[in-house]
């Protein structure tokens, strides 16, 4: 059976079934082994700096924007989407946190800097879209959240 290029996934595509919650198993084929590696490293460092604090909670933004991850108490810190063999954090960063990220704007590396300058600014803040892989990236992202919220103390 040849399948049309149509129905195969590209890089980048979206998990948009509705009819179920993605489950580790899903999450793992869909990323394959070297993106779900860095997103169960990244949902690991988010359990260790934030023990308890937050509950995750899948999202479906519809048939074009697929599912996602939240993880939110009373602001959200970060919302992972699942991605064909990569995944991308969403992070917002609200007044309080550019002023951060200002102060340190030569610190940060220039890939990340040129994504916070692209990113549009709404009324509650600048909604930045990192990729999180590879690993520098995947650093960028952890740095910029123990930057919004300090890690709790162990």
């Known amino acids: 059976m040849?399948?049309?290029t149509a129905t195969l996934?590209?890089?980048g595509d979206r998990i948009t079934g509705n009819s179920?919650?993605?489950d580790d198993g899903a999450i793992r084929e869909w990323l394959g082994s070297e993106a779900y590696g860095q997103w169960t490293e990244l949902r690991?460092?988010?359990d260790t700096s934030y023990p308890g604090v937050f509950?995750?909670?899948w999202l479906y933004g519809g048939k074009n924007r697929g599912w996602s991850l939240r993880f939110k108490k009373t602001k959200a810190l970060t919302t992972l989407v699942p991605e064909y063999r990569r995944f991308s954090a969403i992070v917002v960063m609200g007044r309080?946190?550019?002023e951060k990220f200002e102060e340190r704007r030569y610190f940060w590396r220039p890939q990340l800097v040129r994504a916070y300058d692209g990113a549009?600014?709404?009324i509650d803040g600048k909604w930045l879209t990192l990729?999180?892989?590879p690993k520098e990236e995947l650093q960028d992202v952890t740095e910029l959240l123990a930057m919004k919220r300090p890690p709790l103390p162990r």
């Open 131 to 133: 990729p999180a892989s």
């Open 20 to 22: 179920t919650l993605p």
């Open 2 to 4: 040849i399948l049309s």
């Open 44 to 46: 690991t460092w988010i």
């Open 120 to 122: 549009k600014t709404y």
């Open 96 to 98: 309080a946190e550019r």
């Open 9 to 11: 996934p590209q890089i």
């Open 55 to 57: 509950a995750p909670d």
